[in-house]
């Protein structure tokens, strides 16, 4: 089982930057998906970055509204994942999961996820 512990949020003014970091642990029985999800209050669980393959990598996806301001990254020697996220904006405010699933479009659905951290953007 692949343990997850997320770092790094808190609170910007609109236009600034944060940077979240993923700590992995523990051992999957195959290799797995890896990316980030969040959640705002009253809206539905939104995908927001992913890797198929988390140690043969492959092509990262983005979700729409954040692609050219947010960079997905693995550090394979720390065992650890990062969200680069620049231009934050209001609308990107939410509770931001780190994921583990066997595919992408799984991530928040099935597998496993950390305990989350609060991004908050103020205009």
């Known amino acids: 089982q692949v343990q997850l512990v997320e770092s790094g949020g808190g609170l910007v003014q609109a236009g600034n930057s944060l940077r979240l970091s993923c700590a992995t642990s523990?051992?999957?029985?195959?290799?797995?998906?890896i990316g980030w999800f969040r959640q705002a209050p009253g809206k539905e669980r939104e995908g927001v970055s992913c890797?198929?393959?988390?140690?043969?990598?492959?092509?990262?996806h983005y979700t729409d509204s954040v692609k050219g301001r947010f960079t997905f990254s693995i550090d394979n020697a720390k065992n650890t994942v990062h969200l680069q996220m620049n231009n934050l904006k209001p609308e990107d405010t939410a509770v931001y999961y780190c994921?583990?699933?066997?595919?992408?479009?799984?991530?928040?659905?099935?597998?496993?996820w950390g305990r989350g951290t609060q991004v908050t953007v103020s205009s």
């Open positions: 890797i198929s393959n988390r140690h043969k990598h492959g092509n990262i």
């Open positions: 523990g051992r999957a029985s195959s290799d797995y998906a």
């Open positions: 994921a583990a699933s066997r595919r992408c479009p799984d991530l928040g659905y099935s597998g496993t």
